[in-house]
C-alpha cells in the first residue's frame, strides 16, 4: 500500500514565527531602551523598575492590539477577495475557466495541457483553484488575527520579562552596563534562534537583531542622560 509523503515546510511557519520574533524583539529592546532611559535620568532603582513594568504592560497590550487590527484588516480583504472571486465564477464561468487556463499557461504549460488542468480543477473545486492560483491565497499563509495577536502579546512579555528581571537583580550603581550587555546577548540569541527556524544563516540573524538594538538602547541611553542633566 503506497504511503504518502508530507513534507514539512518552513514556509507554514511564518505567520506565527513573524509574529513571536517581532514580539520578543520589541519586547527586549523597548523595555531595555526604556529602563537605559530612566537609569540615565538618575532615577531611583524602584523608579526604573515601575517603568519597566508600566513598558511590560503597555507593550504586551499594544502589540496584542496592533497586530490584531492589522492581520484583521489582512484578513478582511481576502474575504473580500475571495468572495467577489465567488460572485464571478457565478456570473462569469467560462471567463474564469479561460482565466485560470492562462495562469497555467503563464506558468509553463502548453495550452491543452492548462485547459484540461484547469478543466479538472474547476471541476474538483472551483473557487479553490482560483483563491490559490489567482488570488494567490493558501491555507498556509492566510492571515490569523488571534493567533498573531496572542503570538505577539505573549512573546513580547517574555522577552519583555528578560531585561527587566536583569534590572530587578542587578545593584543600581551597575545598572546600565550589565542590562546593556545581556539586553544585547538576548537579541543575538533570539536572532539566531529566528534564523535558525527560518532556514536563514545564524550569523547574519544574530547580527541584523544586535545591530539595531544596540543603537536603540544607546540612543534612548543618550536621551536620558541628555534629559537627567537638563532637568
Known amino acids: 500500500m503506497a504511503r504518502h509523503h508530507l513534507e514539512r515546510h518552513r514556509t507554514e511557519r511564518i505567520g506565527w514565527l513573524r509574529a513571536a520574533v517581532l514580539g520578543a524583539n520589541d519586547g527586549?529592546?523597548?523595555?531595555?531602551?526604556?529602563?537605559?532611559g530612566v537609569?540615565?535620568?538618575h532615577a531611583t532603582h524602584g523608579g526604573v523598575l515601575v517603568a519597566g513594568v508600566a513598558g511590560l504592560v503597555a507593550g504586551t497590550m499594544s502589540m496584542a492590539a496592533g497586530e490584531y487590527v492589522s492581520v484583521h484588516?489582512?484578513?478582511d480583504t481576502e474575504h473580500a477577495d475571495i468572495e467577489r472571486e465567488r460572485k464571478e465564477l457565478i456570473s462569469d464561468e467560462?471567463?474564469?475557466?479561460?482565466e485560470l487556463t492562462s495562469i497555467y499557461v503563464a506558468r509553463g504549460l502548453d495550452t491543452a495541457l492548462a485547459q484540461q488542468v484547469a478543466d479538472q480543477l474547476?471541476?474538483?473545486?472551483?473557487?479553490g483553484a482560483h483563491v490559490r492560483d489567482e488570488l494567490g491565497i493558501s491555507q498556509v499563509h492566510s492571515a490569523r488575527p488571534l493567533q498573531a495577536a496572542f503570538?505577539?502579546?505573549?512573546?513580547f512579555a517574555v522577552g519583555a520579562a528578560l531585561p527587566l528581571l536583569v534590572?530587578?537583580?542587578?545593584?543600581?550603581t551597575s545598572l546600565i552596563p550589565i542590562v546593556s550587555v545581556t539586553s544585547l546577548i538576548f537579541l543575538a540569541l533570539l536572532g539566531s534562534v529566528a534564523a535558525r527556524a527560518g532556514g536563514a544563516r545564524v550569523a547574519v540573524g544574530a547580527?541584523?537583531?544586535?545591530?539595531?538594538?544596540?543603537?536603540a538602547l544607546a540612543l534612548t541611553a543618550g536621551v536620558g542622560a541628555l534629559f537627567g542633566t537638563v532637568v
Not at 28 to 36: D, E, F, G, Y
Not at 94 to 98: D, I, L, N, Q
Not at 207 to 215: D, S
Open 94 to 98: 467560462a471567463g474564469e475557466r479561460r
Open 28 to 36: 527586549i529592546v523597548s523595555t531595555a531602551s526604556l529602563v537605559l
Open 122 to 127: 474547476m471541476v474538483h473545486d472551483a473557487l
Open 151 to 155: 503570538a505577539s502579546a505573549a512573546s
Open 167 to 172: 534590572t530587578f537583580l542587578s545593584p543600581v
Open 73 to 75: 484588516s489582512q484578513a
Open 39 to 41: 537609569a540615565a535620568a
Open 207 to 215: 547580527l541584523r537583531v544586535t545591530f539595531w538594538g544596540a543603537l
